[in-house]
């Protein structure tokens, strides 16, 4: 089946370096969404990417996607302790055509070491 | 506005029993699609409504359904429970179909 493969699985960082995780698809998406978990929460909305080649930045946050639409990535800068949680990529595939099914990636839990 | 509210938050259940999750969507939001999170499989999405219909489904066995009503509520339900159904069942609304989710805090389901 479709399914976006997201790593790593667990990273742990230092408060103030960077953070990056990584979404790939082996077939091409419409269009990916970024969410975050904080522990014991419930996913929450940080952007939708469309466009090839697309980079959006919020705040200490860039987003990108791959000029095949295939893959993104999540880079933080200067990580701190409210950068806790884990984040999800959430895929949909060109396929689907106008219905929604989000194929999330498996999650990349983020620790963020004072 | 009010968020997505999910009832009940915590329940549990045995074996062979069947449960009933509610979902309040967002005043105004026409979709709703519900996601089962577990710690080995990650969220996976269980089926999607619009304007009361079954829009698309996810690779669950039919013990899995759901409806949705004409204010948008919805509700899903498990027959015949199993002890790999205990997981946090999540409820997601959005304005369209490929608009943003807002997810709801949650339904945890504990099979006993």
């Known amino acids: 089946g479709q399914q976006v493969m997201q790593i790593p699985q667990y990273q742990h960082v230092q408060e103030g370096e960077d953070f990056t995780t990584y979404c790939n698809s082996s077939?091409?998406?419409?269009?990916i969404q970024w969410y975050k978990q904080r522990p014991g929460g419930h996913p929450v909305f940080l952007i939708q990417l469309v466009k090839s080649g697309e980079v959006k930045k919020q705040k200490r946050l860039t987003f990108q996607f791959g000029e095949a639409k295939k893959n993104s990535s999540l880079h933080i800068t200067a990580t701190q302790t409210t950068d806790v949680g884990t984040y999800f990529c959430?895929?949909?595939?060109?396929?689907?055509?106008?219905?929604?099914?989000?194929?999330f990636g498996s999650g990349t839990q983020l620790t963020v070491l004072p | 506005k009010a968020g997505v509210t999910q009832t009940p938050r915590y329940l549990i259940k045995t074996r062979g029993q069947q449960v009933t999750l509610s979902c309040s969507p967002i005043?105004?939001?026409?979709?709703v699609s519900w996601y089962q999170q577990t710690p080995g499989q990650g969220l996976q999405f269980l089926f999607e409504y619009f304007s009361e219909t079954q829009r698309n489904k996810g690779n669950f066995p039919g013990r899995f359904s759901g409806r949705q009503f004409s204010n948008s509520r919805s509700e899903m339900n498990v027959s015949t429970l199993e002890l790999g159904d205990s997981a946090l069942y999540l409820c997601a609304s959005s304005l369209s179909v490929t608009g943003e989710l807002f997810f709801g805090e949650g339904s945890r389901l504990t099979v006993l």
């Open positions: 005043s105004g939001h026409r979709s």
């Open positions: 077939t091409t998406l419409s269009n």
């Open positions: 959430a895929g949909q595939f060109e396929a689907s055509g106008s219905a929604r099914q989000l194929t």
